[in-house]
């Protein structure tokens, strides 16, 4: 009984811990951006500059909203499968746009630059699906209740 409450404690948590490394997570990259740009010679990039909404949007503000939609989907079997591809997702667009950055200022480009953005988003998509059908199956249960 003991072990299993304290399972269930650390699930509550869950949507906190993830929003505080989200948020912490868009605060380095915008600190990367900053620190870049002095020694960038005057030279920006449009994608080292936003991207910190990749973590903020897609991390904080997403699972802000789960929280408050969805509270207890974290419970589903499925769930950590979601959570761990939606977050490489999120991880391989960040890293993507600040090399895309990199390179900008640099004066050069890659085109492996746009394997980032399509795994980057197929992973975020698979994610959402399987979120989908974790709601489905989470919206039949709170009816039966």
Known sequence: MFILDIKN?????????TVF????????????NKVYAI???????????WAFLYPFIGGVIFYLLIG???????RFAGYRIMYNSYNSGIAVLTVGS????????A?????????????????IVFGLVILILLAANY???CIRK
């Open 98 to 105: 600040i090399l895309k950055g990199v390179m900008d200022i």
């Open 68 to 74: 408050l939609m969805l509270p207890e989907i974290n």
């Open 107 to 123: 004066g050069t480009s890659s085109s492996y630059l746009k394997l980032y953005t399509i795994i980057g988003y197929a992973f």
């Open 9 to 17: 404690k650390d699930k509550k948590y869950t949507y906190k811990k």
């Open 139 to 141: 919206k039949k249960v």
């Open 39 to 49: 020694f960038g010679h005057g030279v920006s990039s449009a994608s080292m500059t």
């Open 21 to 32: 490394v989200y948020l912490a997570v868009s605060a380095f990259t915008f600190v990367i």
